[in-house]
Structure formats: C-alpha cells, structure tokens
C-alpha cells in the first residue's frame, strides 16, 4: 500500500496508526510529526507568511478566484511515486489542492489511485476519519483502539469542567479581517467548559465585523489563525485590541497551525488547551506544557 496525503491532518492520521511505512508522499505544511519532514513534499503555496493577515487574506480571494486553489501539486513527483491512495478533501478551498482537480489527474497516473475525501465537520466524523483511513491500509482494529483512547481523553476533561463556570468564549480563526470559528471548533469549545458567543458550529467559519467582535462581549478572546504558530499571530493580536471596545477578561493567542485548524488527533488536545484557558484552576493541569512548549500565549492586556 503507497499513500500520498495532501493534508496536514492526514499524514497525523497515518503516523498515528503506524503507517508511516506506507506513506510515500506529503505536502509542503506536513510538519507533524517530526518524522513528516523526511517524505517527499508534492505541493507549494502562492502565499507568503511575510505578508500581514489582511494581504494574505486578499491573496487568497485573488487566487481562489482565478485557479480555484492557492497550491501547486507536483504532477510529476506524484507519477514516480505511484500512489495507491491519495488522501484529500473537498472541506475548504483554502486548505488544500482542490479536491476535482486531484480526481482529475488522478485518472492520468499510471497507477489510478483511488482518491479518498476525508471531509469531517465534526469531532465524531473526525474520529470517524480515522478509522476509514486504518480500514483502507488494512488496520481497522487498530484506529478502533485509537480512537477509543481519543474518546476517554475528551471524557476526561469533559469531567473536570463538569460544573464549573462556564465564560463566554469568541474564538477567531483569522483576525484581520475577523473570522469567527466554524465547523468542530464550537463543539471542542462546548466540551471544554466554554459558551459560544459568535460562532458557526459544524459550518465553515466565516468573517464576521469588528461590531460583531464587540457586539459578541466575550469574557475570553482566543486568536487560533488557521495555518500559524504564536509568533506569527503576536501582530495581529495588536490589531485585535486596536480594535476592541471592551475590555474581556483575558485574550489567548494559541497554534493554530498545529492543533485547531487540523481535524486529526490532536483535536484532543486542543480540548484540553481550552479547557485550560477557560478554568484558572485546570491550567497547570492541562494548560502549562502548551505555555512552555510557546504554542499558547496569554497577551499581556495592561
């Protein structure tokens, strides 16, 4: 079995289940784990992290408009690694190579791969992907037993914010302009003790006004932009509170690249980094070893 992944999420799922062996082929943002960076990479991006938000945001819209997709497949590369399966989805435009145009070419390989849609809008369809892609290499029982492991673990926070405070929570996928959070996001935000202000729950995130920021008074503002780590988003966190006609009670900068923005098995612990932020009291708990490894960063508000 040869499996080329054109999503982040993906090549997690396939290390995950051990199949690491099998995975031949992987995109360019395919950092996680470590051992992703060893595969070939098959893919580019036309955007640059050197660009602020609001030209990447204008960027995108351009590039969307004109070729439908804002990366580069290398056809070529793929051809010499005669995949059996490639891994894609059509969930969002700006999150991979366009779903249609891998079909397409896929037919024109010599190996016809069948090409697999993994498109999840939930925490359980999330799992739910996992097990279809150990069942296509062979492993079914063995992502059953994973994802079993995932379940306990979000049963476990969900017990320890079990009757505590619940704050009302803004979470922003995309600060300039604002985006509000959208498809599993609300969901992880619900199970970590939080209350969904301006959100599209289980529906594609969508830019909202900095009215509705304010309109929103969020006790708690976390800044998760799709694609970037805390050291990209300290910026635009101060075009957030350029913004801001209140005063919430914390905001929160968190990787969205490495956890929220992929539906793979890290969700889990983007539940419990939520629940961290949320409860004062969970934060050495669950929240400390993300403030230390600087994937999560409280903004001084003073």
């Known amino acids: 079995m040869r499996i080329i992944s054109l999503l982040p999420s993906a090549t997690e799922i396939c290390f995950a289940l051990g199949l690491d062996d099998e995975l031949v082929g992987v995109t360019h943002e395919c950092d996680y784990p470590a051992a992703a960076h060893s595969k070939p990479k098959i893919t580019r991006s036309k955007a640059s992290e050197h660009l602020s938000s609001s030209e990447i945001d204008a960027l995108v819209r351009s590039q969307l408009d004109e070729t439908g997709s804002i990366y580069e497949l290398d056809l070529g ?3 010499n690694l005669k995949p059996d399966i490639i891994l894609t989805q059509r969930l969002c435009t700006v ?3 366009s779903f249609d145009y891998v079909a397409e ?6 190996t016809t791969p069948q090409v697999i849609n993994l498109e999840p809008r939930t925490l359980d369809e999330v799992f739910d992907s996992i097990v279809e892609v150990g069942t296509l290499a062979g492993g079914r029982d063995r992502a059953q037993m994973h994802v079993a492991d995932l379940r306990r673990r979000v049963s476990d926070v969900t017990n320890k914010v079990s009757g505590l405070p619940r704050p009302r929570v803004l979470f922003l996928e995309w600060a300039d302009p604002p985006f509000a959070s959208g498809h599993w996001i609300p969901e992880l935000i619900e199970l970590a003790g939080g209350e969904n202000t301006k959100s599209f729950k289980h529906s594609p995130s969508r830019q909202i006004s900095w009215q509705d920021v304010n309109d929103a008074k969020a006790d708690i503002i976390v800044l998760a932009e799709c694609g970037f780590g805390v050291g990209r ?4 966190a101060v075009t957030l509170r350029e913004h801001l006609e209140y005063q919430p009670r914390e905001i929160w900068i968190a990787d969205g690249s ?3 923005s992929r539906p793979g098995p890290r969700l889990v612990e983007s539940i419990e980094i939520l629940a961290g932020i949320f409860h004062e009291e969970l934060r050495n708990e669950l929240l400390q070893r993300f403030v230390d490894a600087k994937e999560v960063f409280r903004v001084n508000q003073e």
């Open 95 to 97: 999150c991979a190579v």
């Open 258 to 260: 490495q956890y929220f």
């Open 233 to 236: 988003q300290k910026q635009d």
């Open 77 to 79: 590369a793929v051809e």
């Open 105 to 110: 070419q896929a037919t024109k390989l010599s």
